[in-house]
């Protein structure tokens, strides 16, 4: 039997022409690339986790010599907001790379795991946001279709 998935995303064409990403965001996203701490990869990422209250709960890239002691950054803001706010549903998650040549980067698999399992304890899918300094955002509604064999807890 042959099986397929499909995955559902929008690009947004020069996202900074377009609006499409609010200007507070974009702005906070582009200054924490400058916190990343990325001394053995060069590549700053940052993240912005938007809550359902409107709070900004923010993380950046934390390299460790002891790889893979590190973790990327929006495993640092997703952990963060739900420490911060266990009840309260994650709306956006906004991640940014700093190079700017090529179309945005996507999550690793160890981040789309956490992602994904954020999503499924919250019981409510939220954006993703891809982008870069420049190019195009790529745009998730829900996690699931970029780890589709996921691990789960038994039912």
């Given at each position: 039997m042959k099986?397929?998935?499909?995955?559902?995303?929008?690009?947004?064409?020069?996202?900074?022409?377009?609006?499409?990403?609010?200007?507070?965001?974009?702005?906070?996203?582009?200054?924490?690339?400058?916190?990343?701490?990325?001394?053995y990869s060069n590549y700053p990422v940052s993240s912005v986790v938007l809550m359902e209250s409107g709070a900004m709960i923010v993380g950046t890239n934390q390299?460790?010599?002891?790889?893979?002691?590190?973790?990327?950054?929006?495993?640092?803001?997703?952990?963060?907001?739900k420490a911060a706010h266990p009840n309260e549903a994650i709306e956006t998650v906004y991640i940014m790379t700093g190079e700017s040549e090529r179309e945005p980067a996507?999550?690793?698999?160890?981040?789309?795991?956490?992602?994904?399992?954020?999503?499924?304890r919250q019981t409510k899918p939220f954006e993703l946001i891809l982008l870069n300094k420049t190019h195009n955002a790529l745009?998730?509604?829900?996690?699931?279709g970029l780890l589709?064999?996921?691990f789960t807890l038994p039912r």
């Open positions: 099986h397929q998935i499909t995955l559902h995303y929008r690009t947004y064409e020069n996202w900074r022409e377009n609006s499409v990403i609010p200007k507070e965001i974009a702005e906070r996203l582009e200054a924490l690339l400058n916190t990343a701490h990325a001394p390299e460790n010599a002891a790889f893979p002691s590190g973790l990327c950054a929006e495993r640092v803001a997703v952990l963060a907001a996507a999550p690793c698999g160890s981040c789309r795991q956490v992602l994904h399992e954020t999503e499924l745009a998730f509604t829900g996690v699931k589709p064999f996921s």
